[in-house]
């Protein structure tokens, strides 16, 4: 077995957060601490990767605010991550979205997925 693997198995602790994936919208909630405090904040975008596997799992939020992009990049295994809500499920045909940097507007905009029951 590789030794890699092996200590990644036993540093990585999972935490159960709700299933998604790139395109869809999600809102982060994560704890900072700034001095003796410690608040939570939450950080509403659209997934734009998912890299990595086990321990160093990492996904990518994307959102605009006063009309600058703005992306943070997330370990998934995080302590500091309280949780992952799914706002909307996005149809898209591709793993990473880097092209949504390039738009602007309405042209920016990811398609909700229709899911039937």
């Known amino acids: 077995m590789d030794i890699t693997k092996l200590v990644h198995d036993d540093i990585t602790t999972f ?8 395109g869809d919208n999600v809102s982060v909630s ?18 734009i990767q998912v ?3 086990g321990a160093t799992k990492t996904f990518t939020v994307r ?6 992009g703005v992306e943070r990049i997330f370990p998934l295994n ?9 706002l909307k499920r996005g149809r898209v045909r591709r793993a990473k979205l ?13 398609k909700e997925r229709k899911l039937f029951k």
């Open 15 to 22: 935490n159960k957060l709700a299933e998604f994936g790139p």
């Open 30 to 47: 994560y704890s900072i601490k700034e001095g003796a405090k410690e608040r939570i904040q939450k950080f509403r975008g659209d997934v």
């Open 51 to 53: 890299k990595g596997q």
């Open 63 to 68: 959102k605009i605010s006063n009309g600058v």
């Open 78 to 86: 995080s302590p500091n991550i309280v949780e992952v809500e799914v």
């Open 98 to 110: 880097f092209y949504l940097r390039d738009l602007v507007g309405k042209k920016a905009k990811i």
